[in-house]
């Protein structure tokens, strides 16, 4: 999944260097294919992570948690745990489409809102991810 | 508003959301009922947040009035052409018996150059004690 983001850094900065205020917002995009590859990182708490899921080959997400703890994901129907080190996918995307997602740290008072869209892109299907992280 | 709601670990909330709107035209982002709506309007380079106060008290209100930085993951160059931004606001006000307050991150993309600009909010709402 880390092919572009295999460090728990970027730039060299450190996950609380990269915060200003109460918070940081990151993007990132990346053309889907057969394997997993990352749309953005959220330094030491979270990896998202685009493939594309056949029969429909249409961009399918995976939420990798790289903390320690648990998190907890709220897709507006239901909430969902997933352990350090494990993985949520979620469903395909139909390019157009967009979903948002909530992820708590469960013992912490911190939060992250994911935004992704499935795009068209001449090389395929493009996810578009943003991450708004709040500071605890 | 479909806003997606979580407690936290402290007995405060976080809620989310994210709406798409024209350039200019003012859009409902966060509604917490009972404290508080917050719109946001977009227009080139500026934005224009408007907090109603659907509280019993008054509301004491804080903005930088600048953008804050944006983080970048991937071609850097079609990520800079969708204009992200990042503002951050906090204000208190009077909640159910208590003071809160409310930790706002708002973040705009212009993902396709159609006039279209999707905004994201996460507010969070604790109690503070003064």
């Keep these: ?136 | 508003l479909s806003t997606l709601v979580t407690r936290l670990a402290d007995d405060g909330l976080v809620l989310s959301n994210s709406v798409t709107a024209f350039e200019g035209a003012r859009a409902a982002v966060l509604h917490a009922p009972g404290l508080f709506r917050l719109d946001v309007a977009v227009s080139g380079e500026s934005m224009r947040l408007v907090v109603r106060n659907m509280s019993p008290g008054p509301i004491a209100y804080a903005d930088r009035g600048y953008d804050q930085p944006v983080v970048l993951q991937g071609d850097t160059a079609t990520l800079r052409r969708m204009r992200p931004g990042h503002h951050q606001l906090t204000f208190r006000l009077l909640g159910p018996g208590r003071l809160v307050e409310a930790r706002v991150i708002i973040a705009t993309l212009r993902p396709v150059a159609d006039g279209l600009v999707r905004v994201t909010g996460q507010v969070m709402v604790m109690s503070c004690e003064s």
């Design chain 1, 1 to 136: 999944v880390r092919q572009h983001h295999e460090r728990d850094d970027i730039g060299g900065l450190a996950p609380d260097q990269l915060v200003h205020g109460q918070g940081q917002v990151i993007i990132g995009q990346v053309v889907a294919s057969s394997l997993p590859v990352a749309v953005l990182t959220v330094p030491g708490i979270i990896v998202v992570a685009t493939q594309l899921v056949p029969p429909a080959n249409m961009p399918g997400i995976i939420l990798e948690n790289v903390s320690s703890e648990t998190l907890l994901v709220n897709d507006g129907a239901s909430t969902q745990s997933v352990e350090p080190d494990a993985r949520l996918v979620l469903a395909g995307m139909a390019d157009g489409s967009a979903r948002t997602l909530q992820v708590v740290i469960q013992d912490r008072s911190q939060a992250i809102t994911l935004m992704l869209s499935s795009l068209a892109a001449q090389s395929g299907h493009s996810v578009l991810g943003q991450a708004l992280v709040g500071s605890p």
